[in-house]
């Protein structure tokens, strides 16, 4: 056992997880709360542990056991992430961090019309009072650009709300 920082002037008590039973344990109390994916569990568990080998170990065998799936945690991320309004960029690029490959996110957002989503966020920044100004209309476009949307997708939002 030994303490870490939590904050300024916390520190809490952490045990040094050294069988098995207690890694797996761990892990599934961290999947009981929400999906994670391998390089998520790697990564929260990795000071936590005494062999590395133990947990990747465990972490193997909860895969093949179907509890631990980086399909389902890419699926789940990525619908959570669409539907807060946030683009293909950001999503994908987030997913990567947490060590999803690129062929999985292609496969997730084939059939994703994200101008619509675009379109959404547009409507919800705006509530109503689309900006006559350039400078309005370009500090529109640049938050959607930082929420993930390519410049298509931005410009083709912009158009079917001045359609509407």
Known sequence: MFLIPLRKNILIKMEILDEPKAIRLKIMDFLSRREHSSRE????????????????????????????????????????????GYGPLRIRNELKQRGIGD??????????????????????????????EIKGVLKL??????????????????ELLKNE
Do not use: C, H
Not at 57 to 82: C, H, M, P, T
Not at 107 to 119: G, P, T
Not at 141 to 158: E, H, P, T, V, W
């Open 141 to 158: 476009k640049r938050f959607l650009n930082y929420r993930g949307f390519d410049f298509q997708d931005i410009d083709r939002a912009f």
């Open 103 to 132: 062929q999985l996110f292609f496969s997730l957002s084939n059939e994703v019309n994200w101008s619509k989503y675009a379109l959404e966020a547009l409507r919800k920044k705006i509530n109503g009072d689309l900006p006559t």
């Open 41 to 84: 569990i790697l990564n929260k568990m990795s000071n936590r542990v005494e062999s590395k080998e133990m947990l990747l170990d465990s972490i193997k065998e909860l895969v093949d056991d179907g509890l631990l799936s980086d399909e389902r945690f890419a699926e789940s991320y990525f619908q959570s992430r669409k539907n807060k």
